[in-house]
């Protein structure tokens, strides 16, 4: 089993662009963030090793020294990362990841796709196994440098 998980890991990970080093990673995953159209606050991953993408399939992963938790108080909602986070991209849209869980009452609730379907971009939708989601504001998301900045864009307006 465990060299079936090998090959396919292989497999799933071919042609891939891969950093290493917690600053390239870094860097990394906030221009996917971008590129895809989320805030760069919405997956908080610390102390990353390995960052990966195979931009012909969307397959990506970002793998940190140890599992970590964030709380997001904007969304009042505890979420737990595995050491590996998985995903397939596309613009606006991660599905099928792998490695988040986020709290609901007293259980662990995996995380399997999240969305910004909204025409002006301003809700996350996230989605459980099951189907179940909820959306949040974008603005919940935001790093303290993307607050700053369109806080600085309303007032110019």
Not at 71 to 97: C, P, Q, W
Not at 113 to 131: A, Q, R
């Amino acid at each position: 089993m465990a060299s079936e998980r090998s090959f396919e890991d292989h497999d799933e990970r071919a042609g891939a662009e891969i950093v290493h080093g917690a600053e390239e990673c870094y860097q990394h995953s906030i221009q996917l963030l971008e590129e895809l159209g989320f805030p760069k606050g919405v997956l908080p991953l610390q102390n990353l090793e390995e960052c990966g993408r195979v931009r012909a399939t969307g397959f990506v992963w970002m793998k940190q020294k140890a599992p970590s938790q964030h709380f997001f108080t904007g969304t009042n909602t505890l979420v737990s990362y595995a050491i590996e986070v998985t995903a397939y991209v596309e613009k606006f849209k991660m599905k099928k990841m792998t490695g988040i869980k986020s709290k609901q009452l007293l259980l662990w609730v995996p995380i399997v796709e999240m969305s910004i379907e909204d025409l002006g971009h301003n809700k996350i939708y996230f989605k459980t196994p099951m189907g179940i989601g909820r959306s949040f504001p974008t603005t919940a998301f935001l790093t303290d440098e993307e607050k700053h900045k369109d806080m600085a864009c309303t007032i110019m307006k």
